[in-house]
């Protein structure tokens, strides 16, 4: 089936220096990514679509100059958390949509915990 | 209103038991839906989709009522190996994938 890989699993970070987490589909194209972000014992909440070669289309009150997105080719995306604070701490995850018989599923990364001193 | 919504929980039941979950939408255009299953500290694993004439793998029964923009899950003779965060899941018409706050089983030995 189909997988998507994430990248780091686990980062600490000072106060105010960027951390990128990335985003890569393994055996197939996507054109369509998806990165979630989810506190504890909290629901996945959607940030923003990722669309490959155009701008990412933000979730109402997501920060777009805060959290960069950036989907340059069919299997990578990468989210940039700028600037970063501690209220940025939490499970970021990425998905993808899959394609022939897969399509509709959503496939997810194993998710990155980012975590800000 | 959340878009959607699932029952609170946590469900802690025996193993062997049968439990229920319940979600609603508000969306009526909405168009797919799903069960995922999250582990602790784990990434969302697809569990079922859910059809409109319901369907069913093993142990697993999902159930779908448009009309009353309903979707349940249907677990029997619960194992531990099933305690885990079950995750309603639905495709609206705007193409995005919209979670439940999710439910929270424990199953007993």
């Known amino acids: 089936g189909a997988v998507v890989s994430q990248h780091p699993s686990r980062v600490i970070c000072k106060s105010g220096t960027s951390v990128k987490i990335e985003c890569r589909s393994l055996?197939?194209?996507?054109?369509?990514m998806f990165w979630y972000r989810q506190f504890p014992k909290k629901s996945l909440m959607l940030m923003a679509t990722?669309?490959?070669?155009?701008?990412?289309?933000?979730e109402q009150g997501v920060e777009k100059d805060k959290f960069l997105i950036n989907h340059a080719s069919l299997t990578l995306s990468t989210l940039t958390v700028t600037s970063a604070h501690p209220e940025d701490s939490s499970f970021y995850i990425c998905?993808?949509?899959?394609?022939?018989?897969?399509?509709?599923?959503?496939?997810f990364g194993e998710g990155s915990r980012l975590t800000v001193l | 209103r959340k878009e959607v919504e699932q029952d609170p929980g946590p469900f802690n039941v025996p193993e062997g038991a049968t439990v229920a979950f319940n979600c609603t939408y508000s969306?009526?255009?909405?168009?797919?839906f799903f069960w995922y299953r999250q582990d602790c500290r784990k990434e969302p694993k697809l569990l079922m989709s859910v059809y409109s004439s319901g369907n069913e793998d093993g142990r697993f029964t999902a159930q779908l009522n448009r009309a009353s923009q309903y979707i349940s899950l249907l677990i029997r003779d619960s194992k531990l190996s099933d305690s885990a965060t079950y995750l309603c899941?639905?495709?609206?018409?705007?193409?995005?994938?919209?979670f439940g706050q999710g439910t929270e089983l424990s199953v007993k030995p």
């Open positions: 055996d197939f194209q996507a054109t369509t």
């Open positions: 998905s993808a949509r899959g394609v022939g018989p897969n399509t509709g599923e959503l496939f």
């Open positions: 969306n009526s255009a909405s168009q797919s």
């Open positions: 990722s669309n490959e070669g155009s701008k990412a289309t933000y």
């Open positions: 899941v639905v495709y609206n018409q705007g193409g995005k994938l919209i």
